[in-house]
């Protein structure tokens, strides 16, 4: 079922929430619009000006990027068939189209990309997008006239007729190559080739090869042959290489278990992808090693230990540009089934409204000041051992969770909710997720909620609806927040207590079958269903822990750098902005159809990871 598009505003807020923590009512405002540069020309065709690639480019690392930025005009399956198409002076270049690429070499579809045609209103992507960024996108262009069957296809008649030459792996290193051949795998020479090129050459200097095949074999061949300096999407983006990750096991609690001869594993991901994984121990002090890995920086690492059922992971690892080692650690706890040093750090309800239901997100931070990882205790009525606990009010329905399930890892009695996962030392260490529908009848609603635990801060925010009043005890009120052009009513409360109820009551709100002012809501008629299916809680990390890891870092960077014009770190800044925007965006072309569930998640998944990246880095500096 296609999600309901009044529900996008949740996507907006709880990126910013879990990105940020919402630490300061400041953080936020939207930051004030700046005038855009005037346009120059762009330049015309220069391969002096294209720069060849530092790695192979990855097709499957620029599906995202490709989506995100190109799919308006080009089309999601680049067939020139985007949403906005009809309105460029010129039909956009369907990649779809086999001839529309034959004689146009990679290196124009680069200097295309990054110099943009002003002229046709394509921008530039330089001011978005790195190089290699912009390489990974053409090589998922690139890769949309042609499909696996017929490179494969290509594969096998290039072992028949080039191989013995040109070399198994196009290398020009052929048994039977007498000349100095050129290098398919070298991208300086290959980007600047278009086929049309090659097939030119290959009739120019021996026509009498593959003579018998037709001309789409000889096509096929060449889309093969074009594989040795870019890695299609249907193929491992994994290379292995000369990089190196070594680190150590700590054991974190006094008098733990030992962590010699640990296994260790090391995983990298692509676009979110799982592409390899390898195993190794610790020795006698917890170190471990991981030898010839491929540095390309859109391959992300983990390491991960278990002790005792818990997995334990370390930060994300990427190789920087130029870099051939990294060093990590991975913290390790004995458990405990005490609780007295679990924390509830901060919580955060955002309420939306479509006729005849509120729609509720909530997101909790839960921490743990000790040295042990509590693994839960029993309570009344659930099965497993329980570590944190949430409530939901009288009447909730359609409760889904970001991570998790009921029934599976959280289990509810009555009105409260269990959570079965562990809480490791740190601060904000779990989070829980938790969205859910609270249908009403009328025009008005009034719940009431608290805490089970002492929480340093609460949050409540309210999406403004015309002719709607919000009456709120228990917290103090902000006034308006403006969030990405989303107006917000907004509540908060330090030092939260337990025994503290928050009343909410709303008046004015849309009944039954109403229509939305603002155009999102898709309720039109009586008939509708009261409560809709809500729809499925995005793809935004490998784990939640991860994306907890470097919150704070996102925060602190926010509160430190973004008044502070002028300085060296601005360019991250603003792409972490973008970055921002850019999920919005993903999520109204997802809300109104124009990309698949599949799409959608992978993309906004990507985008994720390179928000985490960029706040990490603003946190080095």
């Known amino acids: 079922m296609r999600p309901i598009p009044s529900l996008r505003r949740f996507s907006i807020l709880l990126l910013l929430l879990v990105g940020a923590l919402l630490i300061t009512p400041s953080l936020l405002r939207a930051a004030e ?216 096991v700590l054991q974190g609690s006094a008098d733990g278990a030992a962590v010699d001869g640990m296994q260790v594993v090391l995983e990298g991901f692509v676009d979110f992808e799982p592409v390899v994984a390898f195993t190794t121990t610790t020795g006698t002090d917890g170190s471990f090693s991981f030898a010839h890995l491929g540095t390309d920086p859109t391959t992300v690492y983990f390491a991960s230990a278990s002790l005792e059922g818990i997995s334990y992971s370390s930060p994300i690892l990427m190789f920087g540009e130029g870099q051939g080692s990294l060093e990590t650690t991975v913290n390790v706890y004995a458990p405990t089934s005490d609780d007295s040093a679990i924390r509830a750090e901060r919580a955060h309800w955002i309420v939306d409204s479509q006729p005849g239901a509120l729609v509720i997100g909530q997101i909790y931070a839960f921490g743990n000041t000790g040295d042990r990882a509590f693994v839960g205790k029993q309570v009344a009525g659930v099965e497993p051992p329980v570590t944190a606990a949430i409530t939901v009010p009288p009447g909730a329905v359609e409760i889904s969770f970001e991570n998790g399930q009921l029934g599976g890892r959280f289990q509810q009695v009555g009105h409260t909710i269990y959570d079965t996962a562990p809480i490791v030392p740190g601060s904000a260490t779990r989070q829980i997720v938790v969205r859910f529908a609270l249908p009403f009848d009328g025009t008005s609603v009034e719940f009431e909620q608290s805490l089970l635990y002492p929480a340093q801060s609460l949050n409540l925010l309210v999406s403004e609806l015309p002719g709607m009043s919000v009456t709120v005890t228990g917290l103090a009120e902000l006034g308006p927040q403006d969030i990405q052009g989303e107006v917000y009513q907004m509540w908060q409360a330090e030092n939260v207590a337990p025994t503290q109820k928050i009343g909410v009551r709303i008046t004015g709100l849309l009944a039954a079958g109403d229509i939305d002012p603002r155009g999102e809501s898709g309720q039109t008629s009586a008939s509708s269903p009261r409560v809709p299916q809500l729809a499925a809680w995005n793809s935004w990390a490998l784990a939640g822990v991860l994306v907890l890891g470097l919150a704070a870092a996102l925060a602190w960077a926010w509160r430190t750098r973004m008044t502070q014009p002028g300085d060296e770190k601005g360019l991250m800044r603003r792409q972490r902005t973008e970055l921002i925007q850019r999920i919005a965006k993903l999520d109204d072309l997802h809300a109104v159809g124009e990309l698949n569930d599949a799409n959608w998640q992978q993309q906004r998944a990507r985008l994720k990871a390179e928000l985490l990246t960029v706040a990490s880095k603003l946190t080095e500096a």
Request: with cysteine.
């Open 33 to 248: 619009p700046t005038a855009p540069p005037r346009q120059e020309p762009s330049p015309p065709f220069d391969l002096a000006q294209v720069p060849a690639p530092d790695v192979q480019p990855s097709a499957r690392a620029g599906r995202g990027l490709f989506a995100e930025n190109c799919a308006a005009c080009h089309g999601e399956t680049g067939r020139g068939d985007g949403p906005t198409a009809a309105s460029l002076p010129d039909p956009p270049t369907a990649f779809a189209d086999p001839n529309a690429v034959w004689e146009r070499s990679p290196a124009e579809l680069f200097h295309t990309a990054k110099f943009g045609r002003i002229e046709k209103l394509m921008p530039p992507w330089s001011n978005q997008l790195t190089d290699g960024q912009i390489w990974n996108a053409v090589a998922y262009a690139w890769g949309l006239h042609t499909d696996q069957l017929s490179v494969e296809t290509g594969a096998l008649l290039y072992g028949s007729v080039c191989a013995a030459c040109h070399g198994a792996a196009g290398a020009g290193d052929g048994p039977d190559g007498a000349e100095v051949l050129s290098d398919f795998t070298d991208t300086r020479y290959a980007m600047a080739v278009s086929q049309a090129g090659w097939l030119a050459g290959w009739q120019s200097a021996h026509p009498e090869e593959g003579a018998e095949y037709s001309q789409d074999q000889q096509r096929n061949i060449l889309e093969y042959v074009r594989t040795f300096s870019y890695t299609p999407a249907w193929a491992s983006a994994y290379r292995p290489g000369v990089g190196v990750i070594s680190g150590q």
